[in-house]
């Protein structure tokens, strides 16, 4: 159940980053009359997604130790963005990038096994 809702939590958090970056600059804030604020659903799709991933982020941290949860998380998520960047946004990965992810991919095993 503990890896489930840590999936979950991944979908949601990039999903929510993905679609944030799909939406483009269409948020505006206004504040001449009031509080005023516009965007496309696209945005605003993305911004649930992560106001979801934040509640679920709280059970995550409440349900796992603080130095097990937090790298592995982040460290999937990034490879994850990575990937979302290249295939969803045509952006490209440099040696540096690949470097980097074989690095996080090592670090997320060790610390995954050294908790078993």
Known sequence: MKWLLTA???????????LM???GDSLH????????????YITLLGYICYVVSFVLWQKLLATYDLSYIVP???GISQ????????????EQIKL?????IFCVI????LIAFGKV
């Open 8 to 18: 979950i939590y991944l979908f949601f958090t990039t999903s929510g980053i993905f």
């Open 29 to 40: 804030l206004s504040f001449l009359r009031g509080i005023e604020i516009k965007m496309n």
């Open 72 to 74: 592995i998380t982040t």
């Open 79 to 90: 490879i994850i963005i990575l990937f979302i960047g290249l295939v969803g946004f045509g």
């Open 96 to 100: 540096s990038g690949l470097i980097g």
């Open 106 to 109: 090592g670090g997320v095993m």
């Open 21 to 23: 970056k799909a939406g």
